[in-house]
């Protein structure tokens, strides 16, 4: 508040003259002040987003309890990674359920983020050519099912709102188109396919583990890419096992460097090769799968048990085809299973060897279904009593893979997890693994993939 003092006569032209001014100055005032009030949400959210860019990375995450079940796929390909080729037409298909029910006014945008996932600090109108936001509109509330729930649907990118550049992007999803009313975040990449890349499965160069990892050797060509690598570490490098990111293994500087030619072939992009995965078939509520133990429904929810596990480190390997951690929304009760599938209670057991906990040591079930995190939601709880580890993660019908994992209970960080004690780890194990090349030029703020390349552990034997 501003107090004015006025020593000068009412009725004096110069008084009049001031006092009209003043007025005016005073409107103007009010006016903006109610367009800085209005914009309340906006200035909020944009504090939330500088705050995000300058301190952390942005993991797949979902911040409302009630939506569930978030893929984002190429579209018509279901165990896709979602990747776009840069101004090419290609579209991911997003789908998600609120089990709140009802309709809510939801939008998506994308970020752009480096190669670690942090938030690129690019302004969004460098990435995103057409609108910063687009709305959701196609939605279908379920049918059949027990569980009432709205299913939502969306092909990314819509025309109107596309991304300009190559790199890592992280889209949103949120409410009435306030970027702070977060439901969830997912990642997906954006490549400008520009540099060529070889890449095979060798035998780690460490002998202890000839019988237990597997190694990529990469090679990447730049030659076409019309790039200037003034350093070799202008070029960087991100091997991922199964399309997990928890797990990935980042180098900055090639063993090799000549002109256009970057090696990269040491133990850096070595990875436990674990074992195929363990799965559970809830496309079917009604009849018994081959690994459940019993259904248990009532008119209030379905409880699926599976039946009670233990560790296969000790066993002889086998192969058998899997979807290497992911899961697909199937129902063989009902015609579609986007809006017709039911949701389960479904309750995990592991018996750890001895019925002894592990010491210091906490266990996860791990995969697709829960989201490759080591949180509350898959940690496992041990029963003393019955000398068992236990959990129950709410599933939409479906095929799921999974796995347990140990971690530290103390630090919990999933790129240091084990398998040595629940599923052990084979040489022969068939994996997947996703090569992605960033360039990042002097003077540059932002991260460029240039290129990814996939390769089957199975092309190696």
Known sequence: ?????????????????????????????????????????????????????????????????????????????????????????????????????????LYYTFLLCNTDWSVSNLPSFDYIKGFQSTRITNYRNSSISEIPYTHYQATIPDRSSVPSRSGNYMLKVFRNNDTADLLFTKRFLVVDSRVSIAAQIKQPFNSQYFLTDQRVQVVVNTANARINTMSPQDLKIVV??????????????????????????????????????????????????????????????????????????????????????????????????????????????????GGRAFAGKDLYVFGELTNYRADDNSRMIYNADKGVYESTLYLKQGYYNYSYVIADSRNPVLNRFSLDNTEGNFTNTENVYTVLVYYRGFGSRSDELLGYTTVSSMIAR
């Open 1 to 105: 508040m501003f107090v004015l003092t006025i020593t000068i006569v009412r009725k004096s032209k110069l008084f009049r003259i001031f006092m009209a001014g003043f007025t005016h100055f005073s409107q103007y005032c009010n006016a903006l002040l109610n367009k800085l009030t209005g914009m309340k949400t906006i200035l909020t959210s944009f504090l939330v987003l500088l705050f995000t860019a300058g301190h952390s990375q942005i993991p797949d995450q979902v911040y409302m309890p009630d939506i569930r079940t978030v893929t984002l796929t190429r579209a018509g390909d279901a165990l896709s990674y979602p990747i776009l080729t840069l101004n090419s037409g290609d579209q991911l298909q997003l789908d998600f359920d609120d089990l709140a029910g009802g309709y809510k006014n």
């Open 240 to 353: 991922l096992q199964n399309n997990i990111w928890n797990t990935a293994a980042m180098v900055d500087r090639p063993g090799i460097y000549r002109g256009n030619y970057f090696e990269y072939n040491d133990d850096q992009t070595s990875f436990p090769s674990g074992r195929e995965w363990r799965w559970i078939d809830l496309r079917s509520l009604r009849l018994l799968s081959d690994r459940m133990d019993r259904i248990v429904d009532t008119a209030r929810r379905t409880d699926v048990y599976v039946r009670p596990e233990s560790q296969r480190s000790q066993q002889v390997y086998f192969y058998y085809r899997d979807q290497n951690g992911r899961y697909v929304i199937e129902n063989t009760d009902g015609n579609n299973p986007l809006w017709q599938s039911d949701y389960a209670y479904v309750h995990f057991t592991f018996a750890p060897p």
